[in-house]
């Protein structure tokens, strides 16, 4: 089935650090792909989304590429900063509409 | 224009009782989905719902869980007799009609303990 694995967390940097997060996909179909972030206590937010293969998404600093080649949609950042300290999911959609599966999330620290 | 909202944000319930987590979705949005995190895991999909009508509901538990979305008012999940292992945070999410109907907000959560 449709499925999502994200690296393992806890990460911890520095701040000002460069960050990468991998995400990979099994899916049956063409699906979108999306990272949301959940600050300690709040639900989710999206953060960035791609829909198709070679679509870079981007938001905050944030930046991610469909892969479709190595099924990826990793996560990056230049330089991360103490706000962003949170917890990272990857996720996708294969049905225009419907549910979203998501992998297990990375929590991210950024140590001042 | 208001977020999804979810309520309540905690809800305590002893084995055997009754819990009901409400979402009202965001202004304009006609799709609601159910999702449960239980502790140190991603969000599972749990249901899927447009007015009054269920889409999708392979997620949810057989026995004991149901939700609904009537035309008039908030969607509400429903868990009867609890058991411990209920205790999660259950988020609701909205996403408008249309083409970017699979870009989905999230509430804050209910976040259910079960004594």
């Known amino acids: 089935g449709d499925s999502v694995t994200q690296m393992e967390g806890p990460v911890t940097l520095s701040e000002e650090a460069f960050l990468t997060i991998n995400c990979t996909y099994t899916a049956t179909g063409y699906p979108s792909l999306f990272w949301y972030v959940q600050y300690p206590g709040e639900g989710l937010q999206l953060l960035l989304k791609a829909t198709k293969a070679d679509d870079k998404g981007s938001n905050k600093g944030f930046e991610a590429t469909y892969r479709k080649e190595t099924t990826s949609f990793h996560l990056e950042k230049g330089s991360v900063q103490v706000s962003d300290s949170a917890v990272y999911f990857c996720?996708?959609?294969?049905?225009?509409?419907?549910?979203?599966?998501f992998g297990q999330g990375t929590e991210l620290s950024v140590k001042p | 224009n208001a977020g999804v909202m979810q309520n309540p944000r905690h809800l305590v319930r002893r084995r055997g009782q009754e819990a009901r987590l409400r979402c009202s979705p965001m202004?304009?949005?006609?799709?609601v989905y159910w999702y449960r995190q239980l502790p140190e895991e991603g969000l599972k999909f749990m249901v899927y719902?447009?007015?009054?009508?269920?889409?999708?509901e392979s997620g949810m538990p057989k026995e004991r869980f149901s939700a609904e979305f009537p035309k008039e008012g908030p969607s509400i999940l429903r868990i009867q007799q609890v058991v411990r292992g209920d205790s999660a945070a259950y988020f609701c999410?909205?996403?408008?009609?249309?083409?970017?109907?699979?870009?989905?907000?999230f509430g804050a959560g209910t976040r259910l303990s079960v004594l």
């Open positions: 202004k304009g949005h006609s799709h």
């Open positions: 719902l447009q007015k009054e009508n269920i889409i999708d």
């Open positions: 996720a996708l959609s294969v049905n225009q509409g419907g549910k979203l599966i």
């Open positions: 999410a909205s996403s408008p009609p249309g083409t970017t109907k699979n870009i989905q907000y």
